[in-house]
């Protein structure tokens, strides 16, 4: 399990707590997992190793206790409702500023019942912006995980080009904001992740496959963002081909990938026309929403 962003990529290693080899076809366990860029999830008191200055009561934003509390609130809502009303089994979380917010966000906010636990990057990047995983340690087992910076994607793809080589059976799903759309270089070209075929037999199981690519070019008004009125898909969930398997224990098809996009989540671009993200600020204008990006989402099953 890979998470990007701009600044970094933590790898994880997971492993469901039911083994996939067990009896096959005994139950089915449905699950979804989550990619979410929270727009700038940042606590309101200063860290002195970081320039957060922009997030502080008496900074240019008006950044306060109140309006942190209320962010919480609002992201775990997202959260529960992308997981289907029910929390998803993994969660992988853009900009969020420290290990503080994420223990708030698990023990303080409506995800405190969801019983997660997490894993998160300490980066270089001056403003404090990481990058984290929640996992629900009664589904999933945390086997090990690595943070690698990384500012060109060619890094992330020679990690999991090593996972095939030590591992035989290796399930890979990379999600979060790659800062690019899936026609971009980085993905095309460099991850070389393509659509799945609908043939069963031309899926390679050390190949990726992009769950969203194909919705980009069949829907109109589809992406997670939106720039200057037109909107984009940022955020992304490729997995290797080991999942696309139909009679694999742990399988996902492009059918049950989306972008998640409820109406509450969305409010009209007066600029543009249309509906945008719901977002916490717009520019220096305190919103009180949501983020400037939508969740995406992929559901899985698993036969044990």
């Given at each position: 399990?890979?998470?990007?962003?701009?600044?970094?990529?933590?790898?994880?290693?997971?492993?469901?707590?039911?083994?996939?080899?067990?009896?096959?076809?005994?139950?089915?366990?449905?699950?979804?997992?989550?990619?979410?860029?929270?727009?700038?999830?940042?606590?309101s008191?200063?860290?002195?190793l970081?320039?957060?200055?922009?997030?502080?009561?008496?900074?240019?934003?008006?950044?306060?206790?109140?309006?942190?509390?209320?962010?919480?609130?609002?992201?775990?809502?997202?959260?529960?409702?992308?997981?289907?009303?029910?929390?998803?089994a993994?969660?992988a979380?853009?900009?969020?500023?420290?290990?503080?917010?994420?223990?708030?966000?698990?023990?303080?906010?409506?995800?405190?019942?969801?019983?997660?636990?997490?894993?998160?990057?300490?980066?270089?990047?001056?403003?404090?912006?990481?990058?984290?995983?929640?996992?629900?340690?009664?589904?999933?087992?945390?086997?090990?995980?690595?943070?690698?910076?990384?500012d060109?994607?060619?890094?992330?793809?020679?990690?999991?080009?090593?996972?095939?080589?030590?591992?035989?059976?290796?399930?890979?799903?990379?999600?979060?904001?790659?800062?690019?759309?899936?026609?971009?270089?980085?993905?095309?070209?460099?991850?070389?992740?393509?659509?799945?075929?609908?043939?069963?037999?031309?899926?390679?199981?050390?190949?990726?496959?992009?769950?969203?690519?194909?919705?980009?070019?069949?829907?109109?008004?589809?992406?997670?963002?939106?720039?200057?009125?037109?909107?984009?898909?940022?955020?992304?969930?490729?997995?290797?081909?080991?999942?696309?398997?139909?009679?694999?224990?742990?399988?996902?098809?492009?059918?049950k990938?989306?972008?998640?996009?409820?109406?509450?989540?969305?409010?009209?671009?007066?600029?543009?026309?249309?509906?945008?993200?719901?977002?916490?600020?717009?520019?220096?204008?305190?919103?009180g929403?949501?983020?400037?990006?939508?969740?995406?989402?992929?559901?899985?099953?698993?036969?044990?």
């Open positions: 399990m890979n998470v990007i962003h701009k600044i970094g990529v933590i790898l994880f290693l997971l492993c469901p707590y039911i083994s996939l080899y067990g009896q096959e076809g005994k139950d089915t366990l449905m699950f979804r997992i989550v990619s979410y860029n929270v727009e700038n999830l940042f606590d008191r200063h860290d002195t970081k320039n957060d200055y922009e997030f502080l009561p008496d900074a240019t934003r008006h950044w306060n206790y109140s309006k942190y509390r209320k962010k919480l609130d609002n992201i775990a809502r997202v959260i529960i409702a992308t997981g289907g009303w029910t929390p998803p993994l969660v979380l853009c900009e969020v500023e420290n290990d503080s917010v994420m223990r708030d966000l698990t023990r303080y906010s409506a995800l405190r019942e969801a019983d997660y636990r997490y894993v998160m990057t300490q980066s270089p990047d001056k403003r404090g912006i990481d990058v984290a995983l929640l996992y629900q340690r009664n589904l999933f087992k945390l086997l090990s995980y690595q943070s690698l910076p990384v060109k994607a060619r890094k992330v793809k020679h990690a999991i080009d090593s996972l095939y080589t030590i591992r035989q059976h290796p399930q890979i799903v990379l999600l979060g904001d790659f800062n690019d759309y899936p026609e971009n270089k980085s993905v095309k070209e460099v991850l070389e992740a393509a659509s799945p075929s609908t043939l069963q037999d031309s899926l390679h199981p050390q190949k990726l496959y992009h769950l969203l690519a194909r919705k980009t070019k069949t829907r109109k008004h589809f992406g997670s963002y939106k720039y200057q009125g037109e909107w984009g898909l940022l955020d992304h969930i490729i997995v290797s081909g080991t999942l696309l398997q139909e009679h694999a224990p742990l399988y996902t098809e492009e059918a990938a989306d972008v998640f996009c409820l109406p509450f989540l969305l409010t009209r671009d007066k600029k543009y026309g249309g509906q945008q993200p719901f977002r916490t600020y717009y520019g220096m204008k305190y919103q929403g949501y983020s400037d990006h939508l969740p995406v989402y992929a559901e899985f099953r698993l036969i044990y």
